[in-house]
């Protein structure tokens, strides 16, 4: 999918004939240091950032992302941000979603009104009823607390069960990698290399208190 | 405790009208009716130009005048500010323009739109109100077009909104504060601008009257159409803060 791709800011190399082939239907999950690229990636992939060299195929899918932060309209409520990505016929989908994330309640509500984990919900939301393939996550869970954070990657599962799609998430968190990703991909400081491919294949419900996940994690910790 | 400021509020602008009026009668009295005639005066004048169909069609003509050039400085300005706002080089093309608009005395406008257009059907005060409005209508629009939020731009992008649902949902909503901003200042000026522009380059109009009244010396007229611009610049002002307050509380 992704073909000996540079991309250089200024003086510093990025990425540097940088290849990457993921499957469909599975959550990748790419681990590496705060600053190696991995949200430059995603953004290549989202065509928000240009690259120098190289090509990058998704095949006619198409692409949602959570960003960082929700960007939700703060002039729009809940219900309008999320009818402003969707067609007439995913609109309907709107109030099952808001069901699932326990925001029912809020959909008249204003992005200001809410939490920062709410407003993070509504994201997520935007992201999986926006009719996609391919789903990119750029650490959305980053500034919330560990309690929330489990909840949040829980739903984002189940949600990602109900449309099967493909997600790509980039995170430094092993623990999140190691809940949420059927293949854990770690780069290397810049310029970008895949230092190894994990695949894990527990079911996400044995995961916890695993012997195989805290071996793995100290594998990663070793890296 | 908020009725009470309110209530205080009105009760300062009374005293202040009130005093107004005092020092206004305390004037006349000291100087010759010529130059500054009395409040009671000023009334009478008032209510005998109302019986009058002129005074009504140059108080419509002006309106007509104000608002054609001011709506027309809007319609040109925005879009132009908002396409300097998002790209340099349309910027730099215009940058010319706008501080030849912006710098070039008002004076000079106002014989130029009389060489241009002449006196008569009021073109040149059109004109002259344009002119005087549309830079503050280009700065503050490119100024809200520069500060849109790249962030939002991008959740654009990524969900591949069409351009229609961007400028409605995305782009006006951010712009339409800077937007009414140079509205508001415009709306001050275009009254100040037709009197002006109608006093040296039309037969009609509130300008025009007041430069009659001038040359047959009747002061208290031109008090009345003093009083007529004030009333006319603050209602105008008052309507266009009220879209404001009506649209932004919708969106924000």
Not at chain 1, 72 to 88: G, R
Not at chain 1, 134 to 159: G, H, N, R, T
Not at chain 2, 215 to 235: A, D, K, P, R, S
Request: proline content about 3%.
């Amino acid at each position: 999918m992704i073909r000996n791709l540079s991309k250089s800011f200024n003086d510093t190399i990025v990425f540097q004939d940088f290849s990457l082939d993921i499957g469909f239907g599975k959550i990748y999950c790419i681990l590496g240091p705060s600053g190696c690229g991995k949200t430059t990636l995603l953004r290549m992939i989202a065509e928000l950032e240009t690259y120098d060299k190289g090509s990058i195929d998704l095949r006619g899918k198409s692409v949602s992302y959570i960003f960082q932060e929700s960007r939700l309209l703060p002039w729009k409520t809940v219900k309008s941000n999320l009818e402003l990505v969707c067609s007439k016929k995913e609109m309907k989908k709107i109030d099952e979603y808001l069901e699932i994330m326990e925001l029912k309640d809020y959909s008249n509500s204003y992005p200001r009104e809410l939490s920062g984990g709410m407003k993070q919900r509504v994201s997520i939301i935007r992201a999986f009823i926006y009719s996609h393939d391919i789903l990119l996550m750029d650490e959305p869970f980053q500034a919330l607390d560990i309690k929330l954070k489990e909840k949040l990657l829980k739903e984002v599962y189940i949600l990602h069960k109900e449309v099967n799609n493909t997600i790509i998430s980039v995170t430094h968190d092993i623990e999140e990698a190691l809940f949420l990703g059927d293949e854990i991909i770690m780069l290397s400081q810049k310029p970008g290399e895949i230092i190894d491919r994990i695949t894990i294949d527990i079911p996400r419900e044995k995961r916890a208190n695993n012997k195989e996940i805290s071996f793995l994690k100290e594998k990663i910790l070793k890296f | 405790m908020k009725d009470f400021i309110i209530r205080n509020k009105k009760i300062t602008l009374l005293i202040s009208i009130f005093i107004f009026i005092i020092i206004w009668q305390v004037l006349s009295m000291l100087f010759n009716p010529l130059i500054i005639p009395s409040p009671m005066e000023t009334t009478k004048t008032l209510f005998i130009l109302m019986y009058k169909r002129e005074f009504w069609m140059d108080i419509i003509i002006s309106m007509g005048r104000g608002l054609l050039g001011f709506l027309l400085a809007v319609i040109i300005g925005t879009p132009l500010g908002f396409f300097m706002g998002l790209r340099e080089e349309i910027e730099t093309f215009f940058h010319p323009f706008l501080v030849l608009a912006q710098t070039a005395p008002t004076v000079s406008w106002l014989i130029l739109g009389w060489l241009w257009f002449g006196t008569g059907d009021g073109a040149a005060a059109i004109f002259i109100i344009f002119i005087i409005v549309i830079p503050f209508i280009i700065v503050n629009v490119m100024q809200g077009t520069k500060q849109l939020d790249i962030s939002l731009m991008e959740m654009a992008k990524v969900y591949k909104l069409p351009l229609g649902k961007k400028i409605f949902h995305i782009y006006i909503p951010q712009i339409f504060p800077y937007f009414m901003a140079g509205c508001s200042i415009g709306s001050g000026l275009t009254w100040k601008g037709v009197a002006m522009a109608e006093l040296l380059t039309a037969r009609t109009g509130i300008g025009a009257a007041m430069g009659v009244a001038r040359i047959n010396l009747e002061i208290g007229q031109v008090f009345v159409w003093t009083g007529i611009l004030v009333f006319l610049g603050h209602g105008f002002s008052k309507l266009v803060k009220h879209i404001e307050v009506t649209v932004t509380r919708k969106w924000w």
